[in-house]
């Protein structure tokens, strides 16, 4: 059964950085987009942003961040280790929560984060890594 695992969270102050990880036992080609979520407490779950493929021939290049974390979150991919990156620079105080991967197998259209990174359109989970931004 496949699954995902990710890795890399932490305690970090103010204006610090994390990469966080995510790995699966049958990534990629069994996904079109791969998600990063959040949640903080309190809080409802929200997308951070995906990294998608446009067919079965392409590899993960097109990537989306939500609002609040444009500018300051990337998330990339190590093609031959077959990872999925969340590189976080300038954390806030707001960053924190845990932090979750997990693919979606179907091919949504339109091409947008509203649409690409809806949580509710992901099949496969992570068990979260925490993320902790405190001075």
């Known amino acids: 059964q496949a699954h995902f695992v990710e890795s890399g969270g932490g305690l970090v102050q103010p204006g610090g950085s994390l990469r966080l990880s995510c790995a699966a036992s049958d990534f990629p080609y069994n996904y079109y987009t791969i998600g990063w979520f959040r949640r903080a407490p309190g809080k409802e779950q929200e997308g951070v942003g995906c990294?998608?493929?446009?067919?079965?021939?392409?590899?993960?290049?097109?990537?989306y961040v939500a609002d609040s974390v444009k500018g300051r979150f990337t998330i990339s991919t190590d093609r031959t280790k077959n990872l999925v990156y969340l590189q976080m620079n300038n954390l806030k105080h707001e960053d924190t929560g845990v932090y979750y991967c997990?693919?979606?197998?179907?091919?949504?259209?339109?091409?947008?984060?509203?649409?690409?990174?809806?949580?509710?359109?992901?099949?496969?989970w992570g068990q979260g890594t925490q993320v902790t931004v405190s001075s």
């Open positions: 997990a693919g979606n197998a179907h091919h949504e259209f339109p091409a947008s984060f509203q649409t690409l990174c809806a949580w509710n359109r992901y099949d496969t």
């Open positions: 990294i998608s493929r446009g067919d079965e021939s392409t590899y993960f290049t097109d990537s």
